[in-house]
């Protein structure tokens, strides 16, 4: 069986990316404040990312969303260097990638790191089976644990039965099945996931969402997933980083990022969030005056599950506890009701 991880941290330090034919001779200006429409008009150099500074959870989902053009596609293909920074470190556990040299970089691809592609990137003329064992065919495994481990991960994404066609015979979201099996079967602590879903229709796009989050409860590897969709780095994301013109605007926990938003610019994004399904209780929770009193809620649960469970039950109070059932704070209906209606006004919160 797979060895499971526990997951490698990923540490982004004063990553710059300048795009153009002498990126060295522009850092210091860029570091001094020089703008990226300054820096395209004066010297022909595109400023595809500005002093990112962002630390991704070890076993957990870190999303980088943003809109097109945000830098977020070539911030993750710095961290198994496609891409090589202008100035910065990648740390990955302990080693930065980029002091690697080539033969470093190529043992840390093949065995630290799996990409799932937006196009799915599947070989055409190798059936289901021959794509998934790919990534073990390039670390030499033996054929027959090749095999072992590319049925497992198939049969883990529902595929079963379909090992022997070929990609042209699949859906679009059976074809990105295959890739996240093929990722899978790789091994890798770490998942590099590159708007992974974006070219899926809707409800096949929210069922390989649920495929991942089921996958990941149990796998727990190091997973960055990169989107332009806000609802879908609500659902998928620990921790979410969100960028606009090559720099990070804002980042934290999906609460943070709903609850507080930095300026106008993420206010925008999340107005329409359907924020009972986004808030979890501990949030609005208050402290106990006396004893425990109401049905208990675990920590984690989302506003708009602790409403029905309390309605449900017919009570206006719970306390929320944690995994091991410890009381950790009040909870009244009157409270999570209106923190699911409460619109965010980003001026009035405090950063």
Same mark, same amino acid.
């Given at each position: ?72 596609? %070539? ?10 920074? %202008? ?139 990169? %989107? ?113 209606? %409460? ?9």
């Amino acid at each position: 069986m797979a060895e499971q991880h526990t997951g490698i941290g990923i540490s982004i330090r004063n990553l710059y990316k300048i795009f153009g034919s002498n990126p060295s001779a522009h850092i210091e200006a860029v570091k001094g404040g020089m703008s990226k429409t300054e820096l395209n008009e004066k010297h022909s150099h595109v400023l595809g990312l500005k002093d990112i500074n962002i630390d991704m959870p070890g076993g957990g989902i870190q999303v980088v969303m943003g809109l097109s053009g945000s830098g977020k596609s %070539t911030l993750i293909r710095h961290i198994n260097r496609l891409i090589d920074p %202008t100035a910065g470190e990648v740390i990955v556990g302990d080693e930065d990638v980029v002091k690697m040299n080539e033969a470093e970089l190529r043992e840390f691809r093949r065995h630290k790191t799996a990409m799932v592609f937006q196009k799915f990137a599947l070989l055409p003329h190798r059936t289901v089976l021959e794509n998934t064992v790919y990534g073990l065919e390039i670390q030499g495994l033996p054929r027959a644990e090749q095999e072992r481990e590319a049925r497992r991960w198939i049969s883990r994404v529902g595929l079963d039965g379909f090992e022997d066609n070929y990609p042209n015979q699949l859906s679009g979201g059976m074809q990105q099945r295959v890739g996240l099996a093929r990722a899978l079967t790789n091994d890798a602590p770490i998942l590099l996931m590159d708007e992974a879903f974006s070219a899926l229709d809707p409800l096949i796009r929210m069922d390989m969402q649920t495929v991942l989050l089921d996958l990941q409860s149990e796998i727990r590897k190091t997973i960055v997933f990169i %989107t332009h969709d806000l609802d879908e780095a609500l659902r998928l994301g620990d921790r979410i980083a969100i960028l606009r013109d090559g720099e990070v605007v804002q980042q934290g926990s999906k609460q943070e990022i709903v609850l507080r938003p930095a300026d106008e610019y993420i206010s925008n994004f999340v107005r329409e969030v359907n924020r009972g399904r986004v808030i979890s209780v501990e949030m609005v929770m208050s402290e106990f005056a006396g004893e425990p009193g109401g049905m208990p809620i675990r920590t984690g649960t989302v506003l708009e599950q602790a409403a029905r469970t309390m309605t449900d039950a017919g009570v206006d109070e719970a306390h929320v506890v944690d995994a091991d059932g410890k009381p950790l704070g009040r909870l009244k209906i009157g409270d999570v009701i209106s923190a699911m209606v %409460t619109p965010v006004d980003h001026d009035s919160v405090a950063a």
